[in-house]
Structure formats: structure tokens, C-alpha cells
């Protein structure tokens, strides 16, 4: 495995891998060991072009805790802003001997651009492109979900919202079908479903009491109005009363199910606050989880003899 850049086609013991290779530092993410030595002298390059609280500082801490060295590149105050091209800005990156590029863009397929045109021996991980993929976001959802329920195959799992332009839903829709879930629903407006929809492996359903009921696991997502060019939409308040997540909506969900979100987290608009700091939420174990799955993800790319190395 050389880059990480989708969840899509993944087989299930891949998958599975990182899930067992993830659960194995969820010790070093704890206070009392801080640091493993498995990617000293490495350098791992943080390439942000679009904000990012939670995937850039848990990127950070992962490789941090991993023992590699961590660049981070304000893209806004870079050589860019003169002009110069994503590949000259790559290669003189890369001529100051860095390991991996960790990326995030807001066009579809940059993170893929760029490991086809990567230096041999230089890793890309895709933290976000466009509408196409998130993929470690996905892999700290399975993990997050595995945490609490155990195996795939008995849970029916809904996610809620703005498929058409969430790199998060796709990249979880691909993962939870590779690793076996029962069955995956979309809930969401006929204006924020993709096209493909129907291809994706997903029931869909258009209100939350049919979508929602008997769920073990509701995965909430953000409204994503950056990527929003003239979508018939309903006002924020009208989202809320039809989409939002209320106590009163999970009533039909499964007793135990689990509530989760990828951040940020639009209160107010995709949930309340009673649902997002209730006593179902995993949101913020999900963060937690982010810093394992990460380190998982780096050590299995470069963290092996040969690694680096096409696969
Ligand atoms: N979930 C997620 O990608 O959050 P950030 O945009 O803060 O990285």
C-alpha cells in the first residue's frame, strides 16, 4: 500500500487491517505513553488548501505520536499566492526530502492528481477532496462504530443530510459496504442526492420516520453551502424541522443507537444540542479516534521495510 485515497474497492481485510492496526495505538493516544518511534526521521507534509480543525491537528498528533516530523503548509501565504503551479510547489517540496503529502483540496481528484505525479517512495493521503472522498474520516467512523457495536453484518445504519456533496458520505457509504454492513440508507432530499445514487449500494428515503427507524447507527452530516451553486434549498429552518436531528425523531431508532457527526457541526440546523452533547453522541470519540486510525494509516504506508514502494 503506498497511498490512501478513497475507501471505494477497498477489500474487506484491508479494511480490516487498519480497523486491528488502529485498535493497536488507541494505548499511545493515551496520557501515560505520548510517542513510538516507528516513523523517526520521516517527514510528513501537511497541504491544507480548504480549513480543517479536526483532520489536519489529528493528522498532526498522529504523526507527531508516530515520531516523524511534521510540515505544515500555509497554503495561503505560499508561493501560490505569485503564481506558481501545484507541481512546481510539489516538487520543491519534495526536494527537501519529505515522505508523504497529506491533502486536502476543493477540487474532486486532487489528492489522486497528485500521487500520479509524486516522486517514487512519496506517499499521498487524501484528507478531503472536493465532493469525491474523505477517506480516514470514513475509517475513524468504522472504527468509532465497530468501538460500540461490534461486527457489521447486524446493523442497519442511516446517513442523514447532504449526500450530494459530502465526501464524508461517500467514503462512508464505500467502507461500510466493504466491511459487510446490513444495510445503508440515505435520508435526504431529492435536491441534495447524487445522481448515482442508486448505484452506491444504498437504500434511500426521503423523511427521517421511515429512514430512521430501527437504526443502530445515525450519521448526521453538515449542509455543505461551500459547494452549493444554485441547489434548490429549504431555508435553514425548514432543513431543521424536516432533516434536524431531535430527540423526538430518534424516537423510532433502535434504543441504542449511536449518534454520530463528522464536524463541524451546524447546531441547530443538522441536529440541536440536546442530540449532539446527549448521552448517545459518540461526536467527540469520534475525534478521539481520528488521532489512532491516523497513525494506523501513516505506519502502514510508511512505516514498513520496502514501504513507499509502488504497489
Ligand atoms: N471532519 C472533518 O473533516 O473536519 P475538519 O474539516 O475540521 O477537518
Known sequence: LRHFLTTEGLPRPLLEQILDTAE??????????????????????????????????????????????????????????????????????EAMQCDAFVVRHADSGTAEFIARHAQPGISVLNAG??????????????FTIRQHKGSFEPLRVAIVGDILHSRVARSQIHALNGLGAGEVRVIAPRTLLPRDVETLGVRVFHDMQSGLRDVDVV?????????????????????????????????????????????PINRGVEMNSAVADGPRSVILQQVTNGVAVRMALMSMLLGRPGSGEDA
Open 129 to 142: 477532496d472536493g465532493r469525491h472522498a474523505h477517506p480516514t474520516q470514513a475509517m475513524l467512523d468504522m
Open 219 to 263: 450519521m448526521m452530516l453538515r449542509l455543505q453551502r461551500e459547494r452549493m451553486t444554485g441547489a434548490l434549498l429549504p431555508s435553514e429552518g425548514e432543513y431543521f424541522r424536516l432533516y434536524g436531528l431531535t430527540e423526538e425523531k430518534l424516537a423510532v431508532a433502535h434504543p441504542e443507537a449511536i449518534i454520530m457527526h463528522p464536524g
Open 24 to 93: 493497536s495505538f488507541t494505548g499511545v493516544i493515551g496520557k501515560s505513553v505520548k510517542k513510538v518511534p516507528l516513523l523517526r526521521g520521516r517527514t510528513v507534509i501537511n497541504l491544507f488548501f480548504e480549513p480543517s480543525t479536526r483532520t489536519r491537528t489529528t493528522f498532526e498528533l498522529a504523526a507527531t505520536r508516530l515520531s516523524a516530523d511534521v510540515l505544515n503548509i500555509n497554503v495561503a501565504v505560499s508561493s501560490q499566492s505569485k503564481g506558481e503551479s501545484l507541481l512546481d510547489m510539489l516538487r520543491n517540496l
